[in-house]
């Protein structure tokens, strides 16, 4: 019984039969003007016996009846088009070439068959668009008169904001009465969208959340520039509006609802950097495939996949189908949720957790060999600069010793491509933190010349959002009433958003040639102080006068300024724009069994300043068995 087709679709085929009849005659009308001559009677009647139950089972064949009436939409209407001009294609070559010479028919007049085409596919399209429109007008009465029904105001009447509104029709758990939108562009002033008016300006937002008694504001612009959405942000709060937004483009999810992907504002909203919009599927050099074919159906390894940069990594690879993505590290919480995340959004992807640290050589020589991964992207690394100035020791031996063993692990296992993730902590480094990473970049070029294995290390700023970042920080000190601490007014930092950093890394794997150091375009430098004011804005509140900024000082390992190229580097384009490599005047990597031997035994004597001897210019031309007598070092 539940094969048979429902009461409901049956329906749908008799209306769709009614308007195939319709169709027919008015086309004949039409064409003979209001008359049906006789002659034409018997065709009439063959069409009717068998073209229109020809046509409906055409239909039921290009799914045209597996459609939901109240969802109609582009797609469903590009089926009932095939359908539609496939059976009047057929009825065309039988009606005028094939059947004439067999029996005694008239032949079908060519504008009665066009007509036909037409007529039916605009009357089968106004009777699904009228179910979609009387659908969400009911439900809209309904929830009228629910209580907890919240008033939307949409900022942005283009594509996504007509989304909005279809989807709180259409579905009752979204608790949603839009009930008007604001937009700059005057040509829709006026107008409507989805039959909802366009009321005016964005800049009249107080005034029309007043008047409408809006209950919250949705910015429906995925594709405004920041300062649009800091405009919309800054009087929104001003006057304690609660305001959401459609995630930019580059993070929407195409299979899933706008509805359900609207968030609260985050400072990347209005950090005022274009957007990135990148295309895996582009051949950016003749010497290596496209990042998407680098990873779909590979086996790929992230370490630190856990870690800020390592799940957002994972999502990222996630998109591209990768044959099995082995997520490695330590802390057993972190991988559990990314792990979670992954099969929950992905639920055909092979995600296999492994808790490892990378510190255990054997260990790590085991999960390889077992998975054997084609391409590694290391994220794994201490990373806070003053908790590694008290720390150096596990500095040097998680970011540099380890780095550099899993590069030579990689190097035998006969990986693909392996991608350490550096920062700008590395160039010029006064911290250990910096100085771990540039030795591990040093280090990891130091493989690459050797081996078959491409290695990259690819090296950034600052990202937003990041656990124990100074967003996070001034969050928690805005929660509590203030003070916001600055260690400098003047101090710099770039800054790029979490998504955008791991899809330039990913880019990478198409530009990038073994032993190169890539930079990523970080844009203009942002000062922590007005990074704490815009924070401090974002959650409604004046600077200064409801939450203070305090300044603290620089702590040990700190610079004023970040750079991304040393003194002696030199930036050069490849490419990709919004990727660059780096060429340096002298030898950029260290030899590394040697290196690691130097470093365990400054480790071991505990003279740990003796590290900074190892990026002096002259460390890479001294002869090894020299070396090894240079009292510097020991």
Not at 201 to 217: F, G, H, P, Y
Not at 477 to 500: L, N
Request: net charge positive; charged share 20%.
């Amino acid at each position: 019984m539940s094969r048979l087709p429902s009461i409901y679709r049956l329906a749908q085929v008799a209306l769709d039969a009614i308007v195939a009849i319709l169709a027919l005659f008015l086309a004949f009308f039409v064409r003979f003007e209001g008359t049906l001559p006789a002659q034409y009677w018997p065709l009439v009647e063959g069409i009717l016996l068998v073209g229109i139950p020809a046509r409906l089972l055409i239909n039921w064949a290009f799914g045209v009846y597996r459609q939901i009436w109240r969802l109609f939409s582009l797609r469903d209407f590009w089926a009932l088009f095939q359908a539609g001009s496939f059976y009047s294609l057929s009825l065309i070559l039988l009606a005028r070439l094939l059947l004439p010479k067999v029996i005694a028919l008239p032949v079908l007049p060519l504008g009665v068959a066009v007509m036909d085409w037409g007529f039916c596919l605009a009357g089968m399209t106004c009777i699904r668009f009228l179910r979609s429109w009387q659908t969400p007008s009911t439900k809209g009465k309904h929830r009228l008169s629910t209580a907890q029904t919240k008033r939307l105001l949409l900022l942005g009447a283009g594509r996504a904001g007509a989304q909005i509104v279809r989807e709180t029709r259409q579905n009752d758990r979204f608790n949603f009465q839009v009930v008007g939108f604001l937009d700059d562009d005057r040509s829709k002033l006026g107008r409507q969208v989805e039959g909802i008016q366009v009321l005016d300006k964005i800049s009249q937002l107080v005034s029309w959340t007043n008047r409408l008694a809006v209950d919250e504001v949705l910015i429906t612009m995925p594709s405004a520039p920041s300062d649009r959405i800091q405009r919309a942000v800054n009087l929104a709060k001003l006057e304690g509006i609660p305001i959401k937004i459609v995630p930019p483009m580059q993070e929407l999810l195409s299979d899933r609802s706008l509805t359900r992907q609207i968030r609260d504002i985050r400072l990347e909203d209005l950090l005022g950097r274009p957007e990135v919009l990148l295309d895996f599927n582009q051949k950016l050099s003749n010497d290596f495939p496209s990042a998407t074919e680098q990873i779909q159906d590979h086996v790929v390894l992230v370490t630190g996949a856990g870690g800020t940069i390592g799940s957002e990594l994972c999502r990222q690879l996630a998109r591209l189908q990768p044959r099995q993505l082995i997520l490695v590290g330590r802390g057993e919480n972190s991988i559990f949720h990314i792990d979670r995340e992954l099969r929950q959004t992905f639920p055909n992807l092979e995600v296999v957790p492994v808790i490892a640290d990378v510190r255990d050589t054997a260990r790590i020589q085991k999960i390889l060999r077992h998975f054997q991964p084609q391409v590694i992207f290391h994220a794994a690394a201490h990373k806070h600069v003053p908790l590694m100035e008290q720390n150096p020791t596990e500095a040097i031996e998680n970011n540099t010793i380890a780095s550099a063993k899993l590069a030579l692990l990689a190097d035998q296992m006969g990986v693909q491509t392996f991608v350490l993730i550096s920062t700008d902590k590395a160039v010029a480094p006064t911290s250990f933190m910096g100085l771990s990473k540039r030795l591990a970049e040093l280090l990891v070029s130091g493989v690459a010349r050797q081996s078959q294995t491409r290695f990259l290390s690819v090296r950034f700023g600052n990202v937003l959002g990041s656990r124990g970042s100074v967003v996070l920080i001034f969050q928690e000190q805005i929660a509590r009433g203030g003070p916001v601490t600055v260690t400098d007014p003047t101090m710099t930092r770039f800054f790029m958003t979490t998504p955008e950093a791991t899809r330039l890394v990913l880019q990478s794997l198409a530009v990038g040639k073994t032993g190169q150091i890539l930079v990523l375009d970080m844009g203009e430098p942002m000062r922590i102080y007005t990074l704490a004011e815009q924070l401090i804005r974002l959650e409604g509140y004046v600077p200064e006068r409801d939450i203070k900024i305090q300044t603290t000082g620089i702590r040990p390992g700190e610079k004023l300024h970040e750079a991304l190229v040393d003194e002696d580097e030199e930036l050069c384009s490849t490419p990709h724009p919004r990727l660059n490599c780096l060429n340096k005047k002298q030898l950029h990597y260290l030899p590394v069994d040697f290196t690691l031997e130097q470093i365990e035994t400054i480790l071991k004597s505990e003279q740990l300043e003796c590290l900074w001897q190892l990026l002096s210019p002259n460390f890479s031309s001294i002869a090894p068995h020299e070396r090894a007598v240079d009292n510097t070092l020991n």
